[in-house]
């Protein structure tokens, strides 16, 4: 039966170890400071009483940051963002207050850490529609400014002194302008971000010319964002004031039927019409009330969109799932057909293999050519007859018990069922010496099928070469599988099974698998699993 998963053991130089900031994590840092200062300084022109900004960009930037390299760059980014503002006068150590502006500061950033951090671990964990890309940059896109807002409450109602704000009315405008300005920032400008980054990581695939169905899309979309904006324009006209329902309503239309990228780019239109009008000296109260409603838009549009991407990518994985059970009926009658012809061959090949042997023996002392021959005869002999006996071996177990296996004796494995493929396909497979003492535990022929799905996956993509290599790190056994990808693209030959199928051997037996592209293009595929007898 498949081994209960162990959590990891946690200890303070591991945790400290994760944050701090890599070497490779230094020009993002560095373009980090320069785009939240330039982002921190555009937010002026909405700044108002009580509140910096009813549009914080600098916000979208720090969102769009963590969430591509991770919560771990937290500190990272709270540093970062207290040299900023300490270089730009906001913080002057050694003056009264200095130390409530650095909280001020620091807050908001560590807030959207750890809210993105929340958000990718229950999102990996959920078995929903909410974990399905894109929808968990969503969720963290809406939920980090609420969080961020709700972190500074305590410090209005319980220090008004301290953040500048005095009475029920300024303190609720002040959060209310918070929220608004870091949502309409994180929506307008994380998901460009996003995608720049996604596409300088990885190359974008080829522009073909429009069809005929995305036309008709686009020329609906336009249909129904124009209308909204001329409805709400002609009720404003007649001193209705300026309704926020018709926008709200186009732009989940257009998020639902055509995705979170469409959705995007009508929330883009509605705010170049809104934010140029709510840059001059309107009163406080119609510049809150004209962002709030476009903040429900935004908010609203880019969920609705997010959510159509999601649901569309489930349907994928379905479809996907459907055609990888009719491939596992195919490969069940091949598997049986194997076995059933490995069966008939296995008992006179060992009986050849027996009298190829006593051949040789006799034949020592005969004419050399013939005793050569005789050993070429057995040796092949002998080699078929392993093969096969591993073959009947490996094909004929369904079921078997977990057991204590050597990790050298199952990459002999891994290496003797991939080595023909490998050779059709002019790769070498380069096998590192493996310690004799490192053990695994668990079911031989499934770990054995999840080896060979990574080896045959990096043959299948990579440029003649492919190292394969064991070692044990701490209380776990990793094996690595390596390749290099030409050109950074990777090679994703069939349905992707194979992979699918680690995975699941593997996180059944608790462990896991993490695939890495490196930028000179080298792939390595990381299989981990627990040591025997560690301490969980």
């Known amino acids: 039966m498949p081994l209960p998963p162990s959590p990891p053991r946690l200890s303070i130089g591991a945790v400290a170890g ?45 969102l769009a940051l963590l969430w591509s390299r991770g919560p771990r760059l937290t500190l990272a980014v709270m540093a970062t963002e207290l040299i900023v503002q300490t270089i730009a006068g906001i913080i002057v150590p050694g003056q009264a207050g200095w130390l409530t502006a650095a909280n001020g500061v620091a807050r908001p950033a560590l807030t959207y850490g750890i809210v993105v951090w929340l958000v990718r671990h229950v999102a990996a964990r959920s078995q929903s529609s909410l974990g399905v890309a894109p929808m ?150 119609e510049r809150l009330a004209l962002h709030m409603s476009l903040a429900s838009i935004v908010v609203v549009g880019y969920l609705a969109g997010s959510f159509a991407d999601a649901q569309a990518r489930a349907q994928s994985d379905l479809s996907r799932r459907d055609r990888m059970l009719f491939q596992a009926e195919r490969l069940k009658t091949l598997r049986a057909m194997s076995v059933a012809v490995i069966h008939e061959i296995s008992q006179p090949l060992s009986t050849l293999a027996i009298e190829a042997k006593h051949l040789h023996e006799i034949t020592v002392a005969a004419d050399p050519d013939i005793a050569q021959t005789a050993a070429l005869i057995d040796r092949k002999a002998a080699a078929l007859s392993t093969l096969v006996r591993r073959l009947r071996r490996f094909g004929g177990r369904s079921v078997d018990e977990p057991s204590a296996l050597p990790l050298s004796a199952l990459v002999e494995t891994v290496t003797a069922l991939t080595r023909a493929e490998a050779r059709a396909a002019r790769v070498v497979v380069e096998v590192s010496p493996i310690d004799p003492d490192l053990v695994v535990f668990g079911q031989e022929i499934e770990l054995a099928q999840a080896v060979v799905n990574l080896v045959r996956n990096a043959v299948q993509a990579c440029d003649g070469r492919v190292a394969l290599s064991a070692h044990q790190n701490d209380d776990r056994v990793v094996v690595m599988v390596a390749n290099r990808c030409p050109d950074r693209r990777e090679a994703r030959p069939g349905m992707g099974v194979g992979a699918l199928v680690a995975r699941a051997i593997v996180e059944a037996h608790g462990g896991t698998v993490e695939r890495v592209t490196h930028a000179d293009g080298t792939i390595c595929a990381t299989l981990s699993l627990p040591r025997p007898g560690a301490e969980t």
């Open 18 to 62: 994760k944050t701090v900031p890599r070497l490779a994590d230094l020009p993002w840092l560095i373009g980090y400071a320069a785009a939240f200062a330039a982002a921190h300084q555009a937010a002026a022109g909405w700044g108002g009483q009580g509140f910096y900004s009813l549009l914080y960009p600098a916000a979208g930037v720090r």
């Open 136 to 285: 968990p940059l969503g969720l963290a896109a809406v939920t980090a400014p609420v969080a961020a807002t709700m972190a500074a409450l305590p410090w209005t109602l319980f220090s008004p002194e301290l953040t500048g704000v005095s009475g029920l009315r300024q303190t609720v405008a002040s959060l209310t302008g918070f929220v608004v300005g870091d949502l309409l920032g994180v929506l307008l400008i994380a998901p460009p971000l996003l995608w720049v980054v996604h596409a300088w990581q990885y190359r974008p695939r080829a522009l073909h010319r429009p069809t005929l169905r995305q036309l008709a899309g686009l020329a609906e979309a336009a249909v129904v964002l124009g209308a909204a904006i001329a409805a709400s324009t002609l009720l404003a006209e007649i001193g209705l004031g300026v309704p926020a329902a018709p926008a709200l309503l186009a732009v989940a239309w257009i998020g639902l039927r055509f995705g979170r990228t469409a959705g995007w780019c009508a929330i883009v239109i509605v705010a170049a019409i809104v934010l140029p009008f709510t840059a001059t000296d309107l009163p406080v109260a």
